[in-house]
């Protein structure tokens, strides 16, 4: 059964907060494509026959396309999401999103948000609102619905992505079909939960990883690029980001964290420069570990004195990478690679 509060006391128990995404958008004519258009309210109210409004207290964060996310964005959002669960009054937060970047929203709200109980869910849709299949007011009521259950406080997990009927763990979860109306998947690791009608099952424990703290005001935005090992990378391949003076770069290796010769000698000049080199495996499973030889092997890379990203796919490296080394306070060189892994290392 939905829990249902009585709003006498005034205060709303759940934050539904809106920040854009396709579950908001529509055709406009001048710009040939679909954009955000729907108002957080319109999207509310939308849902009213199956939800108890007076339980819910809405924030429009934002009205973007979530490939326009970005640091200010993350940032401010899980100050904000932090901000909601720190109230007594408040059960759980429900935010609205574009699935593009969902994942590394979630992800980085995983690593910085303080919640052992309270749920913070995060769905969106893969149709448009005039789409007969539009899938955003099952997805919003299910994600809702997860907040109000009280197994799912019980279950303490933290954030999670509900969509179509699936609850997934940031650590785990991908976007793996561009237009699916099921696109996301938590592959062999699994889901941690699924929606029944009028409950959850739930089917794994969710991992909880290291809380990253944010700093108290946001005085730099790094920006940490993602490059790809290849058959052809060449010496030159980092050069830009020598001469801009980048502070970090994600490097995706082949399997275990090996690259061709020539990117070896790239990241060793690189290194040279003072950027910081992190490296994780390009595998969706395992992660990367020193125990190949020779020039561009993961031994010679950990040499080089690269952080090995343990299990950390790029996106969660660039997370990490971007929160740690903005952070002066965090910067131990010895404590670094804590941060470095899904696990919570001892
Ligand atoms: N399904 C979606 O929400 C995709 C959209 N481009 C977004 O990420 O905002």
Request: aromatic share 10%; charged share 20%; net charge negative.
């Given at each position: 059964m939905l829990r249902r509060f009585s709003s006498q006391s005034g205060n709303a128990r759940i934050i539904v907060i809106t920040t854009g995404g396709t579950i908001v958008q529509k055709f406009d004519k001048d710009l040939g494509g679909y954009v955000p258009k729907t108002s957080g309210k319109e999207l509310i109210e939308s849902i009213s026959s199956e939800i108890n409004l007076e339980t819910i207290e809405l924030i429009e964060f934002a009205m973007i396309d979530s490939r326009a996310v970005d640091l200010k964005f993350l940032y401010n959002l899980s100050k904000l999401v932090q901000q909601k669960?720190?109230?007594n009054f408040v059960d759980g937060i429900v935010i609205i999103h574009g699935t593009d970047t969902m994942e590394i929203t979630a992800y980085f709200l995983h690593r910085t948000i303080n919640s052992p109980k309270k749920p913070v869910v995060i769905t969106g849709a893969m149709r448009v609102v005039t789409n007969s299949d539009y899938d955003g007011k099952a997805n919003i009521t299910n994600a809702i619905k997860q907040v109000s259950y009280p197994e799912t406080v019980l279950h303490g997990h933290g954030v999670s992505i509900n969509f179509a009927g699936k609850i997934h763990s940031p650590v785990n979860v991908h976007k793996e079909h561009s237009f699916a109306?099921?696109?996301?998947?938590?592959?062999?690791?699994?889901?941690?939960?699924?929606?029944?009608?009028?409950?959850?099952?739930?089917?794994?424990?969710?991992k909880k990883s290291l809380v990253i703290p944010l700093p108290d005001k946001l005085e730099k935005v790094i920006s940490v690029p993602i490059i790809h090992a290849f058959p052809g990378a060449c010496t030159d391949l980092l050069d830009g980001f020598i001469q801009n003076k980048y502070q970090a770069l994600i490097v995706v290796a082949y399997?275990?964290?090996?690259?061709?010769?020539?990117?070896?000698?790239?990241?060793?000049?690189?290194?040279?420069?003072?950027?910081?080199?992190?490296?994780?495996?390009?595998?969706?499973?395992?992660?990367?570990?020193?125990?190949?030889?020779?020039?561009?092997?993961?031994?010679?890379?950990?040499?080089?004195?690269?952080?090995?990203?343990?299990?950390?796919?790029?996106?969660?490296?660039?997370?990490?990478?971007?929160?740690?080394?903005?952070?002066?306070?965090?910067?131990?060189?010895?404590?670094?690679?804590?941060?470095?892994?899904?696990?919570?290392?001892d």
């Open positions: 669960i720190d109230d109306i099921d696109p996301f998947s938590s592959g062999s690791f699994g889901l941690i939960g699924m929606m029944h009608t009028s409950r959850i099952d739930w089917l794994n424990n969710p399997g275990s964290g090996n690259v061709n010769n020539n990117m070896y000698y790239a990241i060793k000049k690189a290194t040279e420069h003072g950027i910081r080199i992190v490296l994780v495996t390009n595998c969706k499973y395992g992660g990367v570990y020193a125990e190949y030889g020779g020039i561009g092997g993961n031994q010679s890379l950990r040499d080089l004195g690269v952080i090995m990203a343990d299990d950390l796919n790029p996106y969660q490296a660039m997370v990490v990478a971007t929160l740690v080394f903005h952070n002066e306070k965090l910067l131990d060189k010895n404590e670094l690679s804590k941060y470095f892994s899904n696990k919570i290392l």
